[in-house]
Nanobody
Framework: QVQLVESGGGLVQAGGSLRLSCVAS????????MGWFRQAPGKEREFVAAISWSGGSTYYADSVKGRFTISRDNAKNTLYLQMNKLKPEDTAVYYC?????????????????WGQGTQVTVSS
């Protein structure tokens, strides 16, 4: 099982951009389907974006479609989330998650590897 470590969070003004990274340890990252989730205070963890092991398939929550882009570099064992046109409602702790699989997955219950999270705060 891979170990996941996120980075790139921070404080940004509304309309700004951030890029999150998630570095995976181990040599099996390329066999993992990956996803990004977020959890705001007092709310349940919610799906943000997912990507297949090859990067050929991606899927987004409606709330971020057209603003966020998920990508991966299997040679660097790294998953990315480019976030543009950020809104205050995007404020949350962002988690990357992974599981062995050929497709993409939108349910948190489908993933068995999780990072520790990185805080994203968008000010109005």
């Amino acid at each position: 099982q891979v170990q996941l470590v996120e980075s790139g969070g921070g404080l940004v003004q509304a309309g700004g951009s951030l890029r999150l990274s998630c570095v995976a340890s181990g040599r099996t990252f390329s066999s993992y389907a990956m996803g990004w989730f977020r959890q705001a205070p007092g709310k349940e963890r919610e799906f943000v974006a997912a990507i297949s092991w090859s990067g050929g398939s991606t899927y987004y929550a409606d709330s971020v479609k057209g603003r966020f882009t998920i990508s991966r570099d299997n040679a660097k064992n790294t998953l990315y989330l480019q976030m543009n046109k950020l809104k205050p409602e995007d404020t949350a702790v962002y988690y990357c998650a992974g599981r062995v699989g050929s497709g993409y997955y939108t349910s948190s219950h489908s993933y068995d590897a999780w990072g520790q999270g990185t805080q994203v705060t968008v000010s109005s």
